[in-house]
């Protein structure tokens, strides 16, 4: 679900999805609504019954020691460790937030799962890692993307100009919670970018002999790309 919400692809980690989505484990929303039924019932016991104000001030107490063991539990990440630890420092504006959200291909950016070589290497769709829209790079990666590599100079120009030269990910991610504006400079930078990198990454998957970049039909084609089609 937090896959969806996201609009990433299926291979990105449980814990970078639910950060990304601003969705707590489940574990932690059950243990919310566990120690609310049992308050409710201990307030019944001694006679009184709250009423809804009372009710959604301790919601909100119990949300914020969720909160508090989530961003402890987000301290020891077994994967996904560049978003979690992107989000990580500002995961309370990261929730409450009131502007932005996802989109396919800045979920890319900030996942590094996406059409970028190392990631397209890693599911066996390229041979090697190396970035085809620049000749200096044996590795393409999100932040090569974002921050280096040369084919984007006009789309990063646009981007520094209202976030900032610093497009480290934890950089950004606190200029993309921290106004409108610096969000949607964002997505029009991933927007821009990813989709010339689809583009020229489904040229090269029509014109290239090698095997696992070729298209495939039918249900070989399904299975084989169910763990990283997005939804």
């Not at 539990?73 to 309370?92: M, S």
């Amino acid at each position: 679900m937090a896959v969806r919400v996201t609009r990433g692809y299926r291979t990105i980690s449980y814990e970078a999805a639910c950060v990304l989505a601003g969705s707590p484990p489940w574990d932690l929303e059950a243990k919310v609504l566990a120690s609310l039924y049992r308050w409710r019932e201990e307030e019944r016991a001694r006679g009184s019954r709250p009423v809804q104000r009372q009710i959604a001030l301790r919601r909100e107490e119990l949300r914020q020691v969720l909160v508090a063991e989530w961003r402890q539990r987000l301290l020891r990440p077994t994967a996904g460790l560049a978003t979690v630890e992107a989000i990580r420092p500002v995961l309370d504006d990261w929730l409450g937030r009131r502007h932005g959200s996802l989109s396919f291909r800045v979920t890319q950016v900030l996942s590094g799962h996406g059409c970028f070589g190392k990631y397209l290497c890693r599911i066996d769709r390229e041979p090697d890692a190396r970035c085809h829209h620049c000749v200096h790079c044996g590795e393409d990666t999100a932040q090569h993307t974002l921050a280096e590599c040369v084919a984007w100079e006009e789309q990063r120009r646009v981007l520094t100009n209202k976030v900032g030269g610093d497009l480290s990910l934890p950089a950004l991610v606190q200029k993309m919670v921290g106004s409108a504006e610096s969000w949607d400079a964002v997505v029009s930078f991933c927007e821009d970018v990813m989709s010339q990198k689809e583009t020229a990454e489904r040229e090269r998957e029509i014109s290239t002999p090698f095997p696992g970049r070729r298209r495939r039909t039918g249900r070989r084609r399904r299975a084989d790309n169910a763990l990283f089609r997005p939804p």
